[in-house]
């Protein structure tokens, strides 16, 4: 126990001294156990005061600090500074708030100096049961494990990269792109999406830095902050990557055709494939699935004795990696809602209603149709399109509660686009709201409703009824007070933007927290939006919720940005006020592990262990400990018990 | 109907062509193993009605999917008796499609 | 033999006979014993939905005491609106102890409603036997019929009191396909009828069916398969304007009796307005079943 | 204006009637109108029932004096196709409620002709007295 | 001598409030920067959660002499540290079922959610704490300990 504690009082001009008799205080202070000097000051903030501090623990041989003054969350540090310069440990310095909780509350009387006295008396109490702590110091891996190949996983990778960091890009897919691949032109500049992601693909695919691993997933993720291991698990692509000329010789050869997942089911590819023109890398993908190839026993090769270079290999095995990384990035974007849930709108399955993502295959010139917009039941050219928004969002009761941001603008762009490829065409769209908040899109917006032929409704579609090869939609203005019926030939659904599928597992091997709706939380919703709520993983993009590219880009930016700034550092250096195990008491209950929020705590040979850059000091071990064998540094039992008894009395 | 999430025929199948082959079968080869049958990926080979100078039944094609064969090669890979075999006619776009797979 | 408590409802007793006696000479084909409680009363037809009401539940818990007191776990309803009316009753005072414990203070003649009893519909019941089950007890299939069967309100709706998916029920699909029928998709089949509005607004049905029969045609119908004396009313007896053609509505039931083999006239006993008798003989489903 | 007997001002508040009769929040209503696109008694109606949500929300008093509430055929449609939840049909309920409560019957035997009458079934006429009449 | 013996002259409750660092003392702060008043009865004790927060630290308190205890942390879902406000109000729930078996008195123990900018709750925390526990009079269950 410390016994040549220095207490200093502190003014702060009249702030403290007005209601606080400081004299009276400082004579108390002195007169406690353990003090061996008590003084105050105008202002202990200022450097005189610091000064003053500094020269009295040399002067008494102080091995221990309390500071009666403002609140500690204002300038612990400057005392801290104060008497570390002086060879006091920092952590031996305790705060006694006679400011914020004390002389700004209360009147000058007696009762309020009597309070600041227990104050400093807990203080002291604290402070003599201080032990010198010392900064944890961890090294720093600096690489980074980027999780997801859409635009947000590229601009992080990117980001990254250039300024000097290896990044490895895991896509679960075969190829680079995401969502925006699969865009015809984006809102509302009309900028052709493949056209401004392709270069980034190409340059990302190019970098030195970055390793791309393709059709790949991250299975396990071992470490904290600093030091992770990422173990990579890369399927077979059954393509030798090197060997691939991308010359597409196989494809003819081929006899098996299935519906393509790139084109949503309305283009076809073969069994082995490139889901579309720019894909990056450019390596052909053999879907063993659906090659006729089922079992062990190669029979059908055509594809390979198409193939010139000899790159099929139908021996590939999946294999793993481990890869160490200091920082993660979590950009595994979205999905949207199926058109199977929408039970109401296409009870049949009728082929012409379709979703969003598939309408932007018919618009894209890498589409099926080349770009040319025609209904899947008869290829004939739609001469009416219905859209329907709030497919699924702001649907509490049956689909997701919250709005998906995208589909407002998504849809004014597709009844422009249609537009203007059939000029004659009707376009219906039923809106409840319309949310445009983005730099020029309200404009864009009105500029689309300003459109002959485009009619904006006001209203939900109940229901679409096929009758005679055309789409009979339910719907109401509710601007006229009226039910609506239109036939069209076409109806697009803007459905809800979920999630992507395995989220919840990546989420759960990361350690990472998901919301209600399966989003990836973010650490604060305003003031910590990129980092999750595990140190050291950050996110990117629409698997932290519904955004548009350019927020999406910005949010990736940003994720990269916090990489860097964790890099910036040659070692971590943690707090020291964390849990410690007195591992003679220690029974290994395991009742720790069980409340620790962060899953710093594990069991070694029936001992509790804490993991040093996990652990963030909250203590909530602390009473779960039977044996009294676990405590957060600076704020341990004893001292808190004493804090208590120089309180309450 | 399919719960498969992309049950809509593709717009543009006639791009895609496949190849085709013709079925060759030499009948007096065959012993019946049933082999070819069971493994056409198409389902075009059916039992003979007539039997062979063996006295075994052997594989023909189904009545109307003359024009299904896709030149796998499956049927000539597995006969233990050299009894089939395809000709592979090179893949053009008019050859039609048909939309194998699940 | 399996046997059942059955609630038949006033409906089934007069204008909708033919849905009871159909229904019975089924259930008795497969072995089902459906026992008519000795004393019932009007469920109340329609459930009230105001939280003053409760009164209006009387009727629907008085047959469940019924129910009770003959010792059965379930009562069986063939008519839609009795068993959406009953169903209703029955969760909102298994969800409500105060109100069970005030309705029973108020019957205070009847023993206490326990709220134990299970309301079951026909369909759900056959639907437990199993579509196997049923197709192997065919005796007379429905090869050839186009039947689109026709939900109405009733039966799916609220979900809460409903026997299937609200907006895309099935079950009635499950059944006619192991009797052998062809069925029909309508997209219309779970579209109200107008249901009671006939009484004050007797020109709003013909709309009504109009559309739904001209939609069950489109899609390729030759026939309604309804379980609702109150649809088959509007869609039959009303039926759509004068000029406008209209299918044969059967009771579901109907079509069960006659694939499980009974005599046409048990199946066809009250009368249709639109007969069905031209067009079941054209598919030859008035003759004697094959042995 | 009519008024109710012994009321007067401190009548309670026709949405506040509402949903304490019908047991669900008017207020959470955005206005889609999912409701009133399927309604198959709609081309009938004098307002459809988003917008006597709308009323309601607004505690407008003269709601009642509308006859969608009569019109209604409680085909539950639109209760199952509520994006917020609202049980519409006991809204509607509720307001039938309301009207019948100040003694005005909205149907009667006497208003059908002799000879329909004996040609509608009992389940029509049942239903339809217990929801029009007091 | 600053500090009597309360007990003999008129009595004014003391108040131990465990504050968590993040949400309830920063509230306790801002109740300081708005000048908001409140009674001088309450002794703060700064921990990083709520969920530090030991049961066995409330009946040490009415041991030393204290005749209420306040436990404040984040509101629920807005914990600093995920969860620790949650297992924070776990214990306190199960400590209360005991209080009054020991023979504490239920209100004189309480659990607040202060976010950081909460300072008129704070005060307002403080005022009605005070003025229960100074209804329930002074805490005598428990013979005090020697010093």
């Known amino acids: 126990m410390n016994n040549r504690v220095g207490v200093f009082i502190c003014h702060c001009g009249k702030n403290i001294a007005r209601t606080v008799d400081v004299e009276a205080l400082r004579k108390e202070a002195a007169g406690l156990p353990g003090v061996e000097w008590a003084e105050d000051d105008m202002y202990l903030c200022s450097d005189p005061g610091q000064q003053l501090i500094r020269e009295r623990i040399a002067e008494q041989n102080l091995d221990a600090v309390v500071v009666a003054a403002c609140s500690p969350t204002l300038h612990t540090t400057t005392f801290r500074r104060a008497v570390e310069s002086a060879g006091v440990n920092p952590f031996r310095l305790e705060i006694a708030n006679i400011r914020e909780q004390c002389s700004w509350v209360h009147p000058g009387t007696a009762e309020t100096t009597h309070k600041a006295a227990a104050l400093v008396r807990s203080g002291v109490e604290k402070a003599r049961r201080t032990q010198p702590l010392e900064p944890i110091h961890v090294g720093l891996q600096r690489a980074v494990v980027v999780i997801g190949g859409g635009v947000a996983g590229i601009q992080a990778a990117l980001d990254i990269a250039e300024a000097g960091y290896p990044v490895h890009l895991v896509e679960q897919g075969p190829n680079l792109g995401g969502r925006m691949a699969q865009l015809s032109e984006t809102f509302p500049t009309l900028d052709c999406s493949s056209c401004i992601l392709t270069p980034k693909m190409v340059e990302v695919s190019h970098h030195p830095l970055v390793t791309i691993h393709t059709l790949a997933e991250v299975t396990d993720v071992e470490g904290s902050i600093g030091n992770f291991q990422v173990r990579i698990r890369q399927q077979p692509r059954y393509v030798i990557a090197e060997g691939c000329t991308g010359c597409g010789d196989c494809v003819p050869a081929c006899p098996q055709v299935v519906p393509g997942e790139f084109d949503r089911g309305l283009g076809a590819r073969k069994a082995i494939y490139i889901p579309f023109p720019q894909a990056v890398p450019f390596t052909y993908t053999l879907d063993r699935e659906h090659c006729l190839n089922q079992g062990p026993l190669i029979i059908c090769d055509r594809c390979a004795q198409a193939c010139e270079p000899r790159a099929i290999d139908f021996d590939q095995q999946p294999s793993e990696e481990l890869v160490e990384a200091g920082a993660i990035v979590l950009a595994t974007g979205c999905d949207t809602l199926p058109l199977s849930h929408f039970r109401e709108y296409g009870h049949d399955r009728h082929p012409d209603v379709i979703d969003g993502l598939m309408f932007e295959r018919l618009l894209s010139a890498s589409g099926p149709t080349h770009g040319e917009i025609r209904r899947p039941s008869d290829h004939r050219v739609p001469k009416s399109i219905a859209f329907v928004q709030c497919a699924g969002s702001r649907d509490p009761e049956r689909g997701k509660a919250y709005c998906s941001q995208i589909c407002c603008m998504y849809t004014a762009k597709h009844a422009l686009l249609y537009h203007h490829a059939v000029p004659d065409g009707k376009v219906y769209i039923f809106y409840i709201d319309i949310r445009a908040g983005g730099k020029g899109y309200e404009e864009f917006v009105e500029r689309v409703r300003a459109e002959d032929g485009i009619n904006y409704i006001r209203g939900k579609v109940a229901k679409l009824i096929p009758k005679d090869g055309k789409l009979e939609v339910w719907g109401v203005d509710t601007l006229l007070g009226e039910q609506v019926k239109v036939e069209v030939d076409l109806v697009v659904l803007a459905t809800a933007l979920v999630p992507s599928q395995g989220i919840q597992e990546l989420a759960r091997v990361a350690r990472v927290a998901i919301d209600g709706d399966g989003f990836l939380s973010e650490a604060h919703p305003k003031l910590r939006p990129v980092e999750s709520q595990t140190r050291g993983i950050y996110l990117a993009g629409t698997a932290q919720g519904p955004r548009d590219i350019s927020a999406t880009v910005a949010h990736a930016a940003g994720a990269a940005s916090k990489v860097l700034g964790l890099f910036s550092h040659d070692e971590l250096v943690e707090e020291p006020t964390i849990a410690r195990v007195n591992e003679a008491l220690c029974r290994g209950c395991s009742f720790c592990v069980s409340v620790c929020p962060y899953d710093a705590i594990s069991l070694h040979e029936g001992t509790a262990h804490v993991n040093e850059t996990l652990c963030r000091g909250c203590g909530a071990c602390t009473p779960a400990c039977f044996a009294a064998a676990l405590g957060p540094r600076g704020f341990e039992d004893d001292q808190i018990l004493a804090q208590i008894r120089a309180l309450a009395c | 109907m399919t719960e498969h999430t992309y049950w809509r025929t593709p717009l543009d199948l006639e791009r895609w062509p496949i190849p085709r082959g013709q079925v060759v079968v030499l009948a007096e080869r065959c012993k019946g193993c049933e082999l070819c049958i069971e493994h056409c990926p198409v389902q075009m080979l059916t039992w003979s009605a007539d039997y062979n100078a063996k006295g075994y039944r052997y594989p023909v094609i189904v009545a109307g999917r003359e024009e299904a064969c896709i030149a796998c090669g499956y049927c000539q890979s597995v006969c233990p008796d050299f009894a089939i075999y395809v000709e592979i006619r090179l893949p053009s776009p008019e050859a039609g499609s048909c939309m194998t797979g699940s | 033999m399996t046997s059942l408590a059955y609630y038949p409802g006033c409906s089934l007793k007069r204008f909708a006979s033919g849905c009871e006696i159909a229904g019975l000479e089924a259930a008795r084909r497969l072995g089902i014993e459906l026992v008519e409680l000795e004393r019932w009363n009007c469920c109340g037809t329609v459930f009230s939905m105001s939280s003053g009401e409760r009164m209006h539940h009387l009727g629907s818990l008085r047959n469940l005491v019924r129910v009770q007191e003959a010792g059965y776990p379930e009562v069986v309803t063939m008519c839609a609106m009795c068993q959406n009316t009953l169903r209703q009753v029955n969760n909102e005072v298994r969800g409500d102890g105060d109100s069970l414990a005030m309705m029973n203070r108020f019957m205070d003649e009847e023993p206490a409603y326990r709220g134990e009893v299970e309301v079951l519909h026909y369909l759900t019941l056959l639907d437990r036997l199993g579509s196997e089950a049923i197709a192997a007890r065919v005796e007379r299939p429905l090869t050839g019929l186009r039947v689109a069967p026709y939900y109405g309100c009733t039966l799916v709706r609220p979900p809460s009191a409903g026997i299937d998916d609200p907006e895309d029920p099935n079950i009635m699909e499950r059944l006619l396909e192991a009797l052998g029928a062809k069925v029909v998709r309508d997209p219309m089949r779970v579209e109200c009828c107008g249901a009671y509005m006939g009484v004050s607004k007797p020109g709003t049905i013909n709309v009504r069916a109009s559309a739904i029969h001209g939609s069950a045609r489109n899609s390729g119908a030759e026939a309604l398969a309804t379980m609702c004396p109150l649809c088959a009313h509007n869609l039959d007896a009303v039926g759509p304007a004068p000029d406008e053609p209209a299918l044969v509505v059967f009771y579901f039931t109907q079509l069960v009796a006659l694939a499980l083999g009974a005599k046409p006239e048990q199946c066809l006993a009250a009368t249709q307005r639109v007969d069905p008798r031209p067009l079941l003989s054209t598919k030859g489903l008035l003759e004697e079943p094959q042995p | ?134 | 001598m600053l500090i009597g013996d309360r007990k003999q002259q008129s009595y004014e409750p003391r108040i131990v409030a465990f504050l968590c660092n993040w949400c309830a003392y920063a509230g306790a702060d801002l109740a300081g920067t708005q000048r908001l008043s409140y009674p001088p009865n309450v002794r703060v004790i700064r921990l990083m959660c709520s969920g530090r927060v030991d049961p066995g630290f409330i009946i040490e308190a009415f041991l030393e002499g204290a005749d209420g205890v306040i436990v404040a942390g984040c509101h629920p879902g807005e914990c600093h540290y995920e969860h620790g406000n949650r297992l924070a109000e776990r214990r306190m729930t199960t400590l209360q079922h005991l209080l009054g078996f020991i023979g504490i008195e239920q209100a004189r123990v309480r659990l607040a959610w202060v976010s950081a900018a909460e300072g008129r709750k704070f005060a307002q925390l403080i005022e009605t704490t005070v003025e229960e526990v100074r209804a329930l009079g002074p805490f005598q269950q428990f013979p005090r300990r020697a010093p």
Request: contains cysteine; proline residues 7%.
């Open chain 4, 1 to 134: 204006m009519k008024t109710s007997m012994g009321s007067g001002s401190t009548r309670i508040p026709l949405r506040q009637q509402v949903e304490e009769l019908c047991e669900q929040s008017i207020g959470t209503c955005y206005q889609c109108g999912n409701c009133s696109s399927g309604c198959p008694m709609g081309p009938w109606m004098d307002a459809l029932p988003n917008q006597l949500i709308r009323r309601l929300q607004l505690g407008l008093e003269d709601t009642t004096r509308f006859a969608s509430p009569w019109v209604c055929a409680s085909c539950f449609a639109c209760g199952v196709r509520c994006p917020k939840g609202i049980d519409v049909p006991r809204v509607m309920e509720a307001l039938r409620v309301v009207g019948l409560r100040s003694g005005e019957d909205h149907i009667g035997p006497h208003t059908i002709e002799k000879k329909r009458l004996s040609q509608l079934p009992q389940i029509a006429l049942v239903a339809h007295m217990r929801k029009a009449t007091g």
